[in-house]
């Protein structure tokens, strides 16, 4: 499976900064997903990064406040705008090999930890 | 759209012994992949078992095995001969494979604490 270097694993943010989070894989791969992870709540997809083209952004997250980038097929950037304490939350990287991959193709970053304050 | 529900927020069992975590899910497709993750306080997704709904037997891997029940949407996990290791946060996920269905993206429950006593 692949292996993902997601950076920075934590940081601590003033409010109305921004911060951009990194997603490295060592090898190539069709699908890379960004996720939040509230305190103590589950994973909630923010948007699919695509390879060449704009992110699919899922209901209730903008591009202006999560700009995605994917400039090509092992590395996307989630960027967090503007940040306010409630975006205090883990992100995590996750790809996957191919679309036809579903048993096992999913690997995950180690999150990065954002805290503001 | 489709729905994953843990309806255990935490469990609790005696280190050797056995515990079920609950999942169920709300789906209109036949053919999706189902899976259980582990996600330690390092924060690492850990991939525990994983079910294709076409396949009728339930899948196990060491002491971890599933009950899949496809006609009552239920995907629960057993763990057996409990060890310390094993206390974590468990995820039941769900995949859709209908192309316009997902974008390929994983949906998660609210997740079960696991806590296990020495």
């Known amino acids: 499976s692949a292996v993902i270097s997601q950076k920075p694993s934590r940081d601590i943010c003033q409010r109305g900064t921004s911060l951009t989070i990194q997603c490295q894989v060592d090898?190539?791969?069709?699908?890379m997903f960004w996720y939040r992870q509230q305190p103590g709540q589950s994973l909630t997809l923010i948007a699919t990064?695509?390879?060449?083209?704009?992110?699919?952004?899922e209901s209730g997250f903008v591009i202006d406040k999560f700009p995605i980038s994917r400039p090509n097929l092992t590395f996307s950037t989630l960027t967090v705008s503007n940040m306010s304490p409630e975006d205090s939350s883990i992100y995590l990287c996750?790809?996957?090999?191919?679309?036809?991959?579903?048993?096992?193709?999913?690997?995950f970053g180690s999150g990065t930890r954002l805290t503001v304050v | 759209a489709q729905t994953v529900t843990q309806s255990q927020p935490e469990m609790s069992v005696q280190e050797a012994e056995t515990v079920t975590l609950s999942c169920t899910y709300d789906t209109s497709e036949s053919d999706y992949y189902l899976f259980w993750y582990k996600q330690p306080p390092s924060r690492q997704m850990i991939l525990v078992i994983r079910?294709?709904?076409?396949?009728?037997q339930n899948a196990t891997e060491n002491r971890f095995s599933v009950n899949f029940q496809k006609a009552a949407k239920s995907f629960s996990l057993k763990i057996s001969d409990s060890q310390l290791g094993d206390a974590a946060m468990y995820f039941c996920?769900?995949?859709?494979?209908?192309?316009?269905?997902?974008?390929?993206?994983?949906?998660f429950g609210k997740g079960t604490k696991l806590s296990v006593k020495p």
């Open positions: 079910q294709e709904a076409y396949k009728q």
């Open positions: 996920a769900y995949r859709s494979l209908w192309e316009g269905g997902s974008q390929g993206n994983l949906i």
């Open positions: 990064a695509n390879q060449g083209s704009e992110a699919t952004y």
């Open positions: 090898s190539q791969v069709t699908m």
């Open positions: 996750s790809v996957l090999r191919d679309r036809g991959a579903g048993e096992d193709g999913y690997t």
